[in-house]
């Protein structure tokens, strides 16, 4: 019987170490893999930072070309430039009555004679007229294309009109802003 047990113990034995062989085979796998995956991740990290890196090299070259046709761009200011252009034609327009209120002193103390009709009047009258009919237009919510429509006139003329005068061009930012807002 101890013959027996002692197979026994020794087949246990073998076992156990065949066990432990196994056991430390799978624990070096694993080990493997860790630094399998650590190596991964490092080689990942300096990939997405070098990418990073190449973004930001990029961006910056970017936002020094933008600079630079910034700097050489200075775009119209109409706020600054807004005042200039309502005096002058201020100025204009006063002169224009003045002509216009001397001619007619003149008409009316020669009695006889027919009134004048100065043609520059006439057009400054349309013009503001044109003025007018734009601002209401835009205030009331048409596009461009439905203003030129409205007053049969360019789109490209209405377009230039609203660019150049400093009060329809507040206004026609202020309903671009209201459409894209809604």
Known sequence: MMDFLMVVNFILVIFAFFLIILLFLRQNRYHDLEKKFERLNREME??????????????DQFLGKLRQLKKQQQPFDGRKEEGKYEKHIGNERKELEEDNESKEKKSSSKQASPPVHDESVQTIKEHDRLLNDVKQLLESGYTVEEIAKQLKKGKTEIELLIKFTPSLFKIAEAASREKREA
């Open 46 to 59: 300096e990939m997405i930072s070098s990418f990073l890196i190449e973004m930001k090299e990029e961006n």
